[in-house]
């Protein structure tokens, strides 16, 4: 998860990633950085493919340590995987994917809000 600035407000982004073609299976974006975020996006990947049986990875949030959160991975039967707690190089594609999103979306192309 990141968050975004966006016409002076703050969004989160939350994302999942297959690390097997590079493909960002599932997103949501919220204005609270919050556990609902969290799942909806889960949510959202399950129904536009099956991820029975997969690892997913993430850090050590707390939207990723809590009881509705591993409650769905259960029912999903998905497998968590979690990073150590304080070290960035276990999660370095996520973070790269959202260091590269902001990159090309928001410094070389500055959204303006346009007055009428």
């Not at 960002?24 to 556990?35: E, G, K, M, T």
């Not at 493919?49 to 769905?72: A, K, P, W």
């Amino acid at each position: 998860m990141t968050y975004l600035m966006f016409n002076g407000q703050k969004l989160y982004l939350s994302a999942i990633k297959d690390l097997y073609n590079n493909e960002i299976v599932a997103y949501h974006v919220s204005r609270r950085n919050d556990l609902k975020l969290v799942l909806d996006t889960l949510k959202k990947a399950r129904k536009r493919q099956n991820i029975s049986g997969i690892l997913l990875h993430s850090d050590q949030g707390f939207q990723y340590t809590s009881r509705q959160y591993h409650n769905l991975l259960k029912r999903y039967d998905i497998r968590a995987s979690m990073s150590q707690k304080g070290n960035c190089w276990d999660d370095a594609c996520m973070e790269n994917f959202f260091s590269h999103f902001k990159t090309e979306c928001f410094i070389f192309t500055p959204f303006i809000r346009q007055s009428k």
